[in-house]
């Protein structure tokens, strides 16, 4: 059973517009989640986190929003840039220091 | 520094062969991971490691072993490779309070079992 879910698997947003990606989570649990970005043939690399006791972390053109109550995080992109496409995967830690990752949304950025 | 290192990067097998797949990572790192990467599946933990010695299950464990004798080593092993075992494996270290910190991943490794 998918405790971390992404249901949009791709997304495209024009370049300079804002692209938002969307994360949800079954487990009340988790205490932690991070974005990760990952390019073809590579591993995935990090991105952004925030803890459970924040709703809102910002870093440069990255923002994560958390809503608790909802158990949905986004990623907001802004600007979106052309070297943003890639697939992003949301991630949940809980308190037995598991990570569980959600399926993956491919972003396009169209010049 | 290399951070993290996974060898080899393809494989193919037949079913019912054995293999080891090797993570290295050179960050000092207390913890390391394996999971496997399937289409529409995200990525998925098969077993992990809190420190040189101690190897735990993830959500996918079964068909797999792993050992962690030397900190800076994870090996996950296949005893008899079947073909739901294709996909793709990545290997991710972190420090002892992932809460805090991130995972570094390795490139992977893309197996294939006929």
């Known amino acids: 059973d998918q405790q971390v879910k992404q249901n949009s698997p791709s997304l495209s947003v024009q370049e300079g517009r804002i692209s938002i990606l969307n994360c949800d989570y079954t487990?009340?649990?988790?205490?932690?989640f991070l974005w990760y970005k990952k390019y073809p043939a590579e591993g995935p690399t990090f991105l952004i986190s925030?803890?459970?006791?924040?709703d809102k972390n910002e870093d440069g053109r990255f923002t994560v929003f958390l809503n608790k109550s909802a158990k949905h995080l986004s990623l907001h992109i802004v600007p979106s840039q052309p070297g943003d496409s890639a697939v992003y995967f949301c991630a949940a830690l809980n308190t037995g220091n598991q990570f569980y990752f959600g399926t993956g949304t491919s972003l396009t950025v169209i010049p | 520094n290399a951070g993290v290192t996974q060898t080899p990067k393809f494989r193919v097998l037949k079913t019912g062969q054995s293999m080891t797949l090797l993570c290295a990572q050179d960050m000092n790192h207390e913890y390391m991971y394996w999971y496997r990467q399937d289409p529409g599946m995200g990525l998925r933990l098969i077993h992990y490691s809190v420190g040189e010695g101690t190897t735990a299950k993830g959500e996918v464990p079964d068909g797999y072993n792993v050992s962690r004798l030397k900190k800076q080593n994870f090996l996950l092993g296949l005893e008899s490779a079947a073909p739901s075992q294709t996909s793709v494996y990545f290997c991710a270290s972190s420090t002892s309070d992932p809460g805090t910190d991130t995972q570094y991943f390795g490139p992977g490794t893309r197996l294939t079992v006929l």
């Open positions: 925030i803890s459970s006791i924040k």
């Open positions: 487990n009340s649990m988790f205490d932690y």
